[in-house]
C-alpha cells in the first residue's frame, strides 16, 4: 500500500520511503568490507591488517543487519513508529546503546574471538498484538546470524577449490565462527537477551514479572556465566561440536584470530 502525505512525498504504510533507505554509515561499512576482502585476496600491504578490516567491517555489517530484522519485522508486526526511530535504515547510530551493540562486541569479537550478541533497537511491544508475533520479532536476529553461518561455512567448504590465499578464507572461517557463536549465544534462555525474550510472551504473569525485574541485566548475566569455568567449558565445548558437525575446521578460524590481532 502506497500514497502521499504531501505532494511529491512517497509513503509505504503511511511511512516515508526514505526511512527505508540504507544510511550512508552502513553503505560506507558494506565499502570498507569489500574493499578489505579485495585487500586481503591480494595481499595488499600488511595482510594481517586487511584481515582484520574485513573481519571487524564484515562483523558491524552483520550486527546491522541483525537488528535490521528485528526492526523489519517488528514493523511488519504492527510497530509503525520504529521506521520513524530510524532502525530501518541500517544506521548503527541509530540504535538505542551504540557503546552496548557495535564497540562492546567489537572489543569482545579482538579480545575473546566471541561474537557478542547486542539490544539495541527499541521496540513498541504495546502495537504488536499476540504472543507469537513478539516471538517472531525476538527470533528474526538470530535466525540471520543462523543463515550467515551456514551461508559463510558453506563458502569455506566450497570457495577454496576456486584459489584464493589463506589469508582471505581464514578471515571467512572466523566471520562463520563469530556468526555461529553469535548464533548459540543469541538463543540462550536469558533474560534480556533475543532468546530469553523469545519465551517471555508465553511466561505466567508472576513469571514475566519476575523476568522483566532481571532483563535490564542480562549482559551482566551473560558475561557472569561465560567468566564460570565450567559453564565457559560446556559453552566452547558446544560451540566447536556444532562448528565441526557443519565442517567448520578449526584450526582455520584460529589462523583468522591470530591473523586480527596485527599488533602482536
Not at 553461518?149 to 566450497?158: E, I, K, M, R, Y
Not at 540462550?188 to 533475543?194: H, I, M, Q, Y
Not at 522483566?212 to 566447536?240: E, K, T
Request: aromatic fraction near 14%.
Amino acid at each position: 500500500m502506497t500514497g502521499y502525505d504531501r505532494p511529491g512525498e512517497p509513503l509505504i504504510l503511511g511511512v516515508p520511503r526514505a526511512a527505508f533507505r540504507p544510511s550512508p554509515i552502513f553503505l560506507a561499512l558494506v565499502a570498507l568490507f569489500v574493499a578489505s576482502g579485495v585487500m586481503t585476496w591480494n595481499r595488499y600491504g600488511n595482510v594481517g591488517f586487511d584481515v582484520f578490516l574485513f573481519v571487524v567491517s564484515g562483523w558491524l555489517v552483520s550486527l546491522c543487519l541483525h537488528e535490521y530484522a528485528h526492526a523489519v519485522v517488528a514493523y511488519r508486526s504492527g510497530d509503525r513508529d520504529i521506521a520513524h526511530r530510524g532502525y530501518l535504515t541500517l544506521n548503527p547510530l541509530k540504535y538505542t546503546s551504540p557503546l552496548l551493540s557495535i564497540v562492546l562486541p567489537v572489543v569482545v569479537v579482538l579480545l575473546g574471538g566471541i561474537g557478542l550478541p547486542g539490544g539495541a533497537v527499541w521496540v513498541d511491544r504495546h502495537a504488536i498484538p499476540g504472543r507469537l508475533r513478539h516471538t517472531l520479532v525476538s527470533l528474526a536476529g538470530p535466525a540471520t546470524n543462523v543463515l550467515f553461518t551456514l551461508v559463510l561455512v558453506a563458502a569455506v567448504a566450497w570457495g577454496p577449490e576456486l584459489g584464493g590465499p589463506l589469508e582471505f578464507w581464514a578471515g571467512v572461517g572466523l566471520l562463520a565462527f563469530l556468526q555461529l557463536t553469535a548464533s548459540v549465544l543469541n538463543l540462550l534462555p536469558v533474560p534480556g537477551l533475543d532468546g530469553g525474550n523469545m519465551l517471555q510472551p508465553w511466561l505466567s504473569p508472576a513469571y514475566r514479572r519476575m523476568y522483566d525485574l532481571f532483563a535490564p541485566y542480562g549482559f551482566i548475566l551473560l558475561f557472569a556465566l561465560l567468566w564460570s569455568p565450567q559453564i565457559n567449558r560446556v559453552f566452547f565445548g558446544a560451540v566447536f561440536a556444532v562448528g565441526d558437525a557443519l565442517g567448520l575446521p578449526r584450526e582455520l578460524y584460529q589462523i583468522g584470530y591470530a591473523l586480527i590481532r596485527f599488533w602482536e
